[in-house]
T-cell receptor, first 110, second 114 residues
């Protein structure tokens, strides 16, 4: 039930773009995206509900393809502060089990 | 801004001992969760709790684990007889509603079993 993320790791130079993918074998109710810095708790970025919506703020956005049970996180014009591990989290039903993906380590270098 | 708090920040215990990890969720939240993260690995779901009972639990959450909301504010995770492999960061999270609600994570408790 654990969603699979790709790539596992990515290194970017400041200003470059990245896409992180999350794929589930289950029909999903929602997809959440979190960023975790080393030694800290995950920090919520955004939530997408079934319906294929796309959300975003500033230079980070995400989409959810309900038919394929896939979500993608788009980071544009990356900044050093974007470095961390990105996790998607998925729900099949509301409020119950919540599964984090395998994680994508993103490193932004000057 | 309200936040989820967890105590202690670091707990060291000997194998076979019982530990209780404490969390104070945000006051008007209705859904509560425990997760664990072994160093360098992914965040793993343990259990969700709603209306004073367990909603769902993962295969990790076996008989050695239990959760309680003893006084309407604290939310505790008890590990009865700790094993070396229980060493991990344990995160508590709470959520106002299940519908489209983000989870607010506490800072975590690092459990070290020796």
């Amino acid at each position: 039930q654990q969603p699979v993320q790709s790539p596992q790791a990515v290194i970017l130079r400041e200003g470059e773009d990245a896409v992180i993918n999350c794929s589930s074998s289950k029909a999903l109710y929602s997809v959440h995206w979190y960023r975790q810095k080393h030694g800290e708790a995950p920090v919520f970025l955004m939530i997408l509900l079934k319906g294929g919506e796309q959300k975003g703020h500033e230079k980070i956005s995400a989409s959810f393809n309900e038919k394929k049970q896939q979500s993608s996180l788009y980071l544009t014009a990356s900044q050093l502060s974007y470095s961390g591990t990105y996790f998607c989290g998925t729900e099949v039903n509301t409020g119950n089990q919540f599964y984090f993906g395998t994680g994508t380590s993103l490193t932004v270098i000057p | 801004e309200p936040e989820v708090t967890q105590t202690p920040s670091h707990q060291v215990t000997q194998m076979g001992q019982e530990v209780i990890l404490r969390c104070v969720p945000i006051s008007n939240h209705l859904y509560f969760y425990w997760y664990r993260q072994i160093l360098g690995q992914k965040v793993e779901f343990l259990v969700s709790f709603y209306n004073n009972e367990i909603s769902e639990k993962s295969e990790i959450f076996d008989d050695q684990f239990s959760v309680e909301r003893p006084d309407g504010s604290n939310f505790t995770l008890k590990i009865r007889s700790t094993k070396l492999e229980d060493s991990a960061m344990y995160f508590c999270a709470s959520r106002p509603t299940a519908l489209a609600g983000e989870q607010y994570f506490g800072p975590g408790t690092r459990l070290t079993v020796t």
